[in-house]
């Protein structure tokens, strides 16, 4: 009995190596686009309704490349968009020219500073207006200015130098630290982004405002002048007190609308009434006493989630353009939620 069965039991046929491990992979891949599909659902389906409302426009140049996408400009002058941002791996940070009707990269240049060495800074934001090309100077106080025509020249791949700043501090104590630009019909408005314990602000800049909110970050206006250095006038005309995580802002008519986020929650585009905003105030910033504009709860008209890390943001025919830095290798989960690209919203979603 015993022997009839060992002798069954040798009988019976195991799967093969191959089978097993056919199964073990299957399973595997099962398992990780289960996960993949579960990252995607979890970013996208709360802001559904902003996907919606969304176009996906251009492919946001180096993104598989180490590039950490930051800011944007529109070039009306020659219809295109530029773009900037800072390398994963501290390497010379580049610009892109993006084709705005094609959405096409036509060129990627790199700033060079004034002694020729390349300029690798965080570069959150940029701007270009008439002769130049202005991009945030983040801890150094400044908006870096290169010449446009400069950029345009510059073969793919090519070097820019940047010409000059404009200088936002004036002492240790008085000073606007820069993480964003834009442009109105006016000038530039430059300023900082303040998150408690990695990117505090002077106490200077901590407003109470009339509505009881707590606004710890400044913006200055920097009005053009067809005879200031670098197409600015030499100090600014106003200030703007906004709340924490500010990554962009832009002007549209009586807007201002702001672009929040800090890691992979949520972002939040809030739009605010700039008649509003304006105070009887003033305050003293970068040496001078500036008229106050307060953008809180009272100005604030509406408030949108979206998806996490917004970045810069910018109005073109009726539309946000929107950066995003998720699909970065520094940060990769984009990658599953289709954050490669660049999208832009209508307007009146935000109202």
């Not at 950029?151 to 993480?179: F, H, P, Q």
């Not at 008649?275 to 307060?294: I, Q, R, S």
Request: with cysteine; charged share 25%.
């Amino acid at each position: 009995m015993v022997n009839e069965k060992i002798s069954k039991s040798e009988n019976k046929k195991c799967l093969p190596v191959w089978a097993i491990v056919l199964i073990v992979v299957g399973g595997l891949l099962v398992l990780v686009g289960l996960f993949l599909l579960a990252v995607r659902g979890y970013f996208r389906l709360p802001v559904s309704d902003y996907y919606r409302n969304s176009e996906a426009t251009f492919y946001i140049p180096g993104t598989n490349e180490g590039f950490i996408a930051q800011g944007i400009a529109d070039d009306t002058k020659g219809n295109h968009f530029f773009v900037t941002g800072y390398m994963k791996n501290g390497s010379a940070s580049p610009v892109y020219v993006v084709d705005k009707e094609s959405g096409k990269l036509k060129k990627t240049v790199f700033a060079q500073t004034e002694d020729g060495s390349d300029f690798n800074g965080h570069c959150g934001g940029i701007e270009v207006y008439g002769d130049y090309v202005y991009i945030a100077g983040s801890a150094d106080c400044c908006l870096y200015v290169c010449r446009y025509n400069d950029v345009m020249n510059a073969e793919d791949g090519g070097k820019v130098k940047l010409i000059g700043k404009v200088d936002l501090k004036v002492s240790d104590d008085d000073k606007v630290r820069v993480s964003f630009v834009t442009k109105t019909e006016e000038g530039l408005i430059a300023g900082e982004f303040y998150r408690a314990g990695n990117y505090d602000t002077l106490e200077s800049h901590w407003y109470k405002t009339a509505a009881g909110d707590q606004n710890k970050a400044m913006a200055v206006l920097v009005k053009f002048s067809e005879t200031g250095e670098f197409g600015v006038e030499d100090a600014p005309s106003a200030a703007l007190s906004l709340p924490d995580q500010v990554q962009g802002l832009c002007v549209l008519g009586n807007s201002l609308y702001i672009s929040t986020s800090y890691g992979p929650a949520f972002s939040t585009i809030y739009r605010y009434d700039i008649n509003a905003a304006k105070t009887d105030e003033k305050v003293t910033l970068l040496g001078k006493e500036l008229p106050l504009y307060v953008f809180d709860s009272a100005s604030q008209k509406s408030a949108k989630k979206i998806a996490p890390m917004s970045e810069e943001l910018i109005a073109v025919d009726g539309k946000l353009y929107i950066m995003c830095e998720s699909a970065s290798d520094k940060y990769i989960f984009g990658k599953f939620t289709s954050s490669e690209r660049c999208y832009a919203t209508k307007v009146e979603f935000f109202d």
